[in-house]
């Protein structure tokens, strides 16, 4: 249905965005349509060429994680039932909303103060610093890269005084789609058998979860960041602690970045 839509919308209305699609190569051709403020996102198939080169391991991984992209941004262009749960003073906006399965999924919205690239490359690029400036994360390991767009990774998270929850750790495919309205960040948990749940630690599962990042003004020195938040933390938690944790981590992160972005 979706890409039907989307199909429909660059045929009629936006031939510009058609003759560009052209110009797009590999797996990660995304259109992002702005039929609302959040994107509708068209990822086509990978081509033919690419999945004869490609093993089938990589191909999984590469559709996993397109899958997860696709499903996140749906979830996030779907604007019924959100329910504002936290409204900084710097005007960063936190919704909720229950989705099938009673799991709550949040969203955050924020501007930043740097380029979609200077964001891309910090988020997704340079993945596994991000220990070195968000004291939340424990560790990050690129575990496969699989093509420029497509990484395994597993993160680990901080052990934090007061935090009821305790450390998780994260088995992901990552998704990026870089393209000329913004940058798309998707991800989803997946299982490997080379890599088990460690003893001491108790597997969440995150995803599918998605960033977008798009800029804000003409010099681009600015850029909005909506976050959708989607994790199965795993462990028995009562509901209210999850969904007081999970709202407080996207603050936190939110706050370490723009801390980072000052440094600078
Ligand atoms: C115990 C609970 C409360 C802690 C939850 C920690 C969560 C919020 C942390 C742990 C690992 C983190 C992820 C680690 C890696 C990435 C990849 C990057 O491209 C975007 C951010 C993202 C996706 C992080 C989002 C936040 C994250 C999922």
């Known amino acids: 249905m979706l890409p039907a839509v989307a199909k429909l919308c660059c045929g009629i209305s936006y031939p510009h965005l058609r003759s560009m699609a052209g110009k797009h190569n590999r797996s990660c051709i995304l259109i992002g349509i702005f039929l609302s403020t959040v994107p509708v996102c068209l990822l086509a198939e990978p081509k033919q060429e690419n999945s004869k080169s490609a093993n089938e391991e990589q191909l999984f991984y590469i559709q996993h994680g397109q899958e997860a992209m696709r499903k996140a941004l749906s979830m996030l262009e779907d604007r019924e039932g959100w329910k504002v749960e936290i409204k900084e003073s710097n005007g960063d906006v936190i919704c909720s909303k229950v989705i099938p399965g009673s799991r709550t999924v949040f ?4 501007v930043l103060e740097a380029s979609v690239d200077e964001l891309y490359d910090l988020l997704f690029v340079r993945v596994e610093e991000m220990p070195r400036w968000n004291p939340s994360i424990k560790h990050i390991k690129v575990l496969k890269q699989v093509g420029p767009e497509t990484v395994v990774t597993h993160e680990v998270s901080a052990e934090m ?21 913004g940058v798309y ?9 080379s890599f088990p749940p460690q003893a001491g630690f108790v597997r969440a599962e995150d995803g599918p979860t998605c960033i977008v990042i798009r800029p804000l003004d003409k010099d681009a020195t600015k850029s909005s960041f909506t976050w959708l938040l ?19 981590a996207q603050l936190d992160f939110t706050r370490h970045l723009r801390r980072h972005l000052s440094l600078r």
């Open 185 to 193: 960040l998707g991800g989803a948990a997946i299982q490997l058998e």
């Open 107 to 110: 969203r955050l919205e924020a």
């Open 161 to 181: 005084a007061g935090n009821l929850i305790g450390q998780r750790d994260f088995l992901t495919v990552r998704h990026s789609c870089k393209q000329k309205f």
């Open 230 to 248: 989607n994790v199965d933390i795993k462990g028995w938690l009562p509901k209210s602690i999850v969904n007081q944790a999970l709202p407080q």
